[in-house]
């Protein structure tokens, strides 16, 4: 990955946590805002890039929690999970370029991520300091998530089909 097309996507995704922190979080409702960095962290997982593809989500993740106010680590672990599950998912199944496909893997990829945020505090021993939503919310999270993701899976395969910058070659 180019350091330009890295620094676009890592702006573009400081964009939508831009939007997703202020716009999203006063048009919904709680159990029913989709989560536009997951659709990132997702897209990202389906790029042939492990390693800068891991920091582009360590980045991310660290600027959610920044932006969010989310107890320390717990977005950015989870972030991790599932961008590393995911790589580890294409070495069995060839994820190809249909939409509905990748956005089946965000609908998954958002309950995962709903049940290790959930049962992580648990892990940790600060479960009685948290309180949890129904089970229902998850769905209809989901659901939503995957419905805002087709605009925002879309807006980056156009940065992604953008020209990259590639250093001239060198001559002797």
Same mark, same amino acid.
């Given at each position: 990955m180019t350091v330009p097309f890295f620094s676009a996507l890592l702006f573009l995704f400081y964009l939508i946590l831009l939007l997703q922190t202020t716009w999203v979080s006063e048009i919904f409702p709680p159990f029913l805002k989709p989560d536009l960095m997951l659709v990132f962290v997702i897209y990202v997982g389906t790029l042939p890039y492990l390693f800068s593809g891991a920091a582009l989500v360590g980045a991310g993740g660290l600027l959610y929690e !920044? *932006?969010?106010g989310s107890p320390g680590g717990i977005i950015l672990m989870t972030y991790f999970i599932l961008f590393f599950l995911l790589k580890s998912l294409t070495k069995f199944i060839l994820i190809g370029e249909a939409l509905s496909f990748r956005l089946l893997l965000v609908f998954g990829a958002l309950i995962l991520q709903d049940l290790l945020? =959930? &049962? &992580?505090? *648990? @892990? !940790? =021993?600060v479960a009685p300091t948290i309180t949890y939503p129904p089970g229902t919310w998850i769905l209809a999270q989901a659901a939503a998530t995957s419905l805002a993701g087709w605009p925002v899976w879309i807006l980056f395969k156009? @940065?992604?089909s953008l020209p990259r910058m590639?250093?001239?070659p060198k001559s002797a």
């Open positions: !920044l *932006f969010s945020i =959930g &049962l &992580l505090p *648990f @892990v !940790l =021993g156009k @940065v992604e590639t250093p001239p």
